[in-house]
């Protein structure tokens, strides 16, 4: 039997692993392959399982606004992550959504 994780799930992980590479002396090696990674994955979920998502006709566009975004790096990591937090139904705190929007910005600026 193989296990497919739900989006929540993803999303979970995504963001462990987002913020364990930021302390991470392998960043740069890190960051194109959790960016890939997730990238798959929520390619999948909206392409299969946009059922499983909170409001999908709502939040989707978004989620493909960020998956557009043509780099594995940090930036499209914070998007992707900031987009997907209402479709999985999760309420971060302002301060972290603050700090993702502006990684975002950030790192699109550069």
Request: charged share 20%; aromatic share 10%.
């Amino acid at each position: 039997m193989i296990y497919v994780a739900v989006p929540c799930d993803i999303w979970g992980i995504g963001l462990r692993l987002y913020e364990k590479f930021g302390q991470s002396n392998f960043k740069r090696v890190l960051v194109p392959r959790i960016a890939a990674w997730l990238r798959g994955e929520w390619t999948r979920i909206v392409a299969r399982e946009s059922f499983r998502l909170t409001r999908p006709t709502q939040t989707v566009p978004a989620i493909e606004a960020a998956l557009s975004h043509s780099g594995n790096d940090e930036g499209f990591l914070a998007r992707l992550l900031l987009e997907a937090a209402d479709a999985v139904n999760v309420n971060l705190a302002a301060p972290y959504r603050n700090h993702l929007a502006s990684i975002t910005a950030e790192k699109t600026s550069s």
